[in-house]
């Protein structure tokens, strides 16, 4: 069965950084395209960064783009999402979510995690 | 303002069709495949179609997708109680080099 564990999310200041986890089971994350997908209190959902199976691409949103930086361990079977210069609209539930092919650009999320919650704020 | 526009509520009594809309351009929709997920709250979004009009294997037949253009839809027929929750649309944008979301159609059953 496909699990996605993600956490790490806490209060932080301004400016801060902080690095979120997502533990992936019941499948091999270098198979795979990842994604991490963010929705702030009273808000949609909003894409914000993509690794492709073999992490050699990433892609991100332009409101993180060198600020955040998405990584993997295939030896953890974990992926992470470091977050730098954090900023108050950075507040939301972050979601990591697994694509169904190895390329980002196509498919779809087919398993989420449960979401952890990042605050930004003094 | 999300790149992908969708009405922010739609409603409906039980055992009605409810339909909802998802309006983008020639970047993304136009020339990418669409999906549809459902969010309740508290809760991990669903993938309910993919690829316009595909459903997975669980999704109840009452849901179904489609596009035209760079417009998709989806359709709720025979709506129930446990459907009240938040749908997205998705798509590739090859001009921003990213996923794009619409903002999300509020569901609720009268």
């Known amino acids: 069965e496909v699990q996605l564990l993600d956490s790490g999310g806490d209060l932080v200041q301004p400016g801060g950084s902080l690095r979120l986890s997502c533990v992936a089971s019941?499948?091999?994350?270098?198979?795979?395209?990842m994604t991490w997908v963010r929705q702030a209190p009273g808000k949609g959902l909003e894409w914000v960064s993509s690794?492709?199976?073999?992490?050699?691409?990433?892609y991100y949103a332009d409101s993180v783009k060198g600020r955040f930086t998405i990584s993997r361990d295939t030896s953890k079977n974990t992926l992470y999402l470091q977050m730098n210069r954090l900023r108050a609209e950075d507040t939301a539930v972050y979601y990591c979510?697994?694509?169904?092919?190895?390329?980002?650009?196509?498919?779809?999320?087919?398993?989420w995690g449960q979401g952890t919650l990042v605050t930004v704020s003094s | 303002q999300s790149v992908l526009t969708q009405p922010p509520s739609a409603s409906g009594t039980p055992g009605q069709r409810v339909t909802i809309s998802c309006s983008g351009s020639?970047?993304?929709?136009?020339?990418?495949?669409v999906n549809w997920y459902q969010h309740l709250p508290g809760t991990a979004p669903k993938v309910l179609i993919y690829?316009?009009?595909q459903r997975p294997s669980g999704v109840p037949d009452r849901f179904s997708g489609s596009k035209s253009g760079t417009s998709a839809s989806l359709a709720i027929s025979g709506l129930q109680s446990e459907d009240e929750a938040d749908y997205y649309c998705?798509?590739?944008?090859?001009?921003?080099?990213?996923?794009?979301f619409g903002g999300g159609t509020k569901v609720t059953v009268l």
């Open positions: 020639s970047s993304n929709i136009g020339i990418n495949t």
């Open positions: 019941g499948f091999t994350l270098s198979t795979y395209a």
């Open positions: 690794i492709n199976h073999s992490g050699g691409s990433t």
């Open positions: 998705a798509a590739w944008d090859d001009s921003l080099n990213g996923w794009v």
């Open positions: 690829s316009h009009d």
């Open positions: 979510a697994k694509g169904i092919f190895g390329v980002v650009q196509i498919g779809y999320f087919d398993s």
